[in-house]
T-cell receptor, first 115, second 111 residues
């Protein structure tokens, strides 16, 4: 079974709808991240969390919110989806205390289309 | 100036040749440097990391770091068609709070 899972894998929604992307991990890592990837722009950090009580904004947090329900779960919400939020979304985990340098482990991604 | 810069490519290299991928970063205090490979439609996966000046070799891959020039590179020897992918450079910033990714270089190995 995959260590980092994301649901749904694909989602089509309409402008103005609220949607939630979910991420779960079995790696036991404290740190979790949400990125979006757009062609030519690489991976951009939306939010990150170093433990259940710690939530931090990344470089492009506007229009997004997150919830860290447990060590293993980190959800990303789009409160009112807009077309320029169409992208590929990745969840990632890391734990620098265990594996040395801060290797990030990525989920399979969620492809989101906002019409 | 972007925090981590890469040439987007595509970089086309003949099979069996050496592919050279380059990355520059702006935060002089950056601590660790990573190369991820991403196949089309898939998630990034770590190839190598380096945090000391000089070269680090792992099989066909060699990472090179020059902190004075704020430059990190990845060499792929004996390039194979299976190496065709986008390669992402990533840098752990000086406060060790987050990793910044470059936009990636698309590599194509031609038979």
């Amino acid at each position: 079974d995959a260590d980092v899972t994301q649901t749904p894998r694909n989602r089509i929604t309409k402008t103005g709808k609220r949607i939630m992307l979910e991420c779960s991990q079995t790696k036991g890592h404290d740190r979790m991240y949400w990125y979006r990837q757009d062609p030519g722009l690489g991976l951009r950090l939306i939010y990150y969390s170093f433990d259940v009580k710690d939530i931090n904004k990344g470089e492009i947090s506007d229009g997004y919110s997150v919830s860290r329900q447990a060590q293993a779960k980190f959800s990303l919400s789009l409160e009112s989806a807009i077309p320029n939020q169409t992208a590929l979304y990745f969840c990632a985990t890391s734990d620098p205390e265990r594996g040395g340098p801060e290797t990030q482990y990525f989920g399979p991604g969620t492809r989101l289309l906002v019409l | 100036q972007k925090e981590v810069e890469q040439n987007s490519g595509p970089l086309s290299v003949p099979e069996g040749a050496i592919a050279s991928l380059n990355c520059t970063y702006s935060d002089r205090g950056s601590q660790s440097f990573f190369w991820y490979r991403q196949y089309s439609g898939k998630s990034p996966e770590l190839i190598m990391f380096i945090y000391s000046n000089g070269d680090k070799e792992d099989g066909r891959f060699t990472a090179q770091l020059n902190k004075a020039s704020q430059y990190v590179s990845l060499l792929i020897r004996d390039s194979q068609p299976s190496d065709s992918a986008t390669y992402l450079c990533a840098v752990l910033n000086s406060s060790a709070s987050k990793i910044i990714f470059g936009s990636g270089t698309r590599l194509s190995i031609r038979p």
